[in-house]
């Protein structure tokens, strides 16, 4: 984390213990000042955040989403899919010029 003035959602997610959407919703709702800088980037006060953390108003979220196996197969063929055909391309190639 940055020790700046205005820290990004993120970082105020992790601060709080909490997730990102509940730091929106924290916005939405007044509890936390938001800034947009450049019209672009949402950027908040690190001090009205630490003075919320230490309220105690805010609930630590401790839910954690299960990673399945089908999930984790998914995500490795598509990160790696080039890398398979590729590979297939190559095996198929030395096939084609040490088996014919």
């Known amino acids: 984390m940055t020790n700046s003035q ?3 959602v ?6 709080l213990e909490i997730s990102e959407k509940k730091v929106m919703d924290l916005i ?3 509890h936390l000042q938001a800034y947009r800088i450049a019209n672009k980037f949402l950027r908040l ?10 309220a105690g108003v805010i609930a ?8 399945t196996s089908a999930e984790r ?3 490795f063929f598509y990160f790696n899919d080039f890398y398979l055909i590729a590979a297939g ?6 096939y084609l010029i040490f088996l014919r």
């Open 89 to 94: 391309i190559a095996v198929w190639l030395l």
């Open 28 to 30: 939405e709702q007044r």
């Open 45 to 54: 006060k690190r001090a009205d955040v630490l003075s919320l953390r230490n």
């Open 60 to 67: 630590k979220e401790t839910v954690e989403y299960v990673y």
């Open 10 to 15: 993120r970082e105020t997610a992790q601060l």
């Open 73 to 75: 197969m998914r995500d």
């Open 6 to 8: 205005y820290i990004s």
